[in-house]
């Protein structure tokens, strides 16, 4: 694996050549498509409170700095909207690049400091792994007290309750499809 020195404005990173193979092959999108039309930054929303902008992502995949990339706060703030996406002039859907980071980042325990959107992430598809949806109410609780930030959501979680948003019993129901995808997911098929 051929590795080089990329010099950014955030410092040095490692270069690894097969990084965006490895993205384009799991996401199953064409990244060498990507020419920096700045389309997709310019209706992203969390950016705002990212380190880097969707395309400035896209072009790190393709220098292959892998370590800037799974550390980056933004595959954590994208909500797969997918506005990124209907807006790139080359189809290249960038919510499904952003997933895969998400899973590759994961799949190493690598986590931005002080993120909890790893955790978010985790509990989400545990819940989906155990039950085949979310139940929202189990989702919130497992998240705060696993983050410790109990009561700083209080007032809007008594209004999403009183509307109903929030059930206390479940309307789950079990499907084996949910599962297979899982399986077939993790190779286990």
């Not at 993205?23 to 389309?39: D, I, M, N, T, Y």
């Not at 292959?64 to 933004?74: F, K, Q």
């Not at 309307?171 to 949910?178: E, F, H, S, T, Y």
Request: proline share 5%; glycine share 8%; hydrophobic share 40%.
């Amino acid at each position: 694996m051929a590795t080089a020195t990329l010099h950014l404005p955030a410092g040095a990173v490692t270069v690894d050549a097969a990084f965006r193979e490895e993205v384009a092959r799991l996401s199953g999108q064409p990244l060498e498509l990507c020419f920096q039309c700045q389309k997709c930054a310019s209706g992203c929303y969390p950016t705002q409170e990212g380190d880097y902008t969707p395309n400035e992502i896209m072009r790190l995949i393709q220098y292959g700095a892998r370590d800037a990339v799974l550390r980056s706060r933004t595959i954590w703030l994208c909500t797969s909207c997918e506005t990124c996406g209907l807006r790139c002039p080359n189809g290249i859907r960038i919510a499904e690049v952003m997933d895969t980071l998400k899973q590759m980042a994961a799949a190493r325990g690598i986590a931005p400091a002080g993120e909890t959107g790893p955790l978010f992430h985790n509990l989400f598809l545990s819940e989906i792994r155990a039950a085949g949806r979310v139940h929202e109410t189990m989702l919130m609780l497992k998240y705060k007290l696993k983050t410790g930030n109990l009561f700083a959501d209080m007032k809007l979680g008594w209004q999403l309750f009183r509307r109903g948003k929030l059930p206390l019993v479940p309307r789950l129901k079990k499907d084996p499809a949910v599962r297979r995808i899982f399986e077939r997911a993790s190779g286990q098929e």
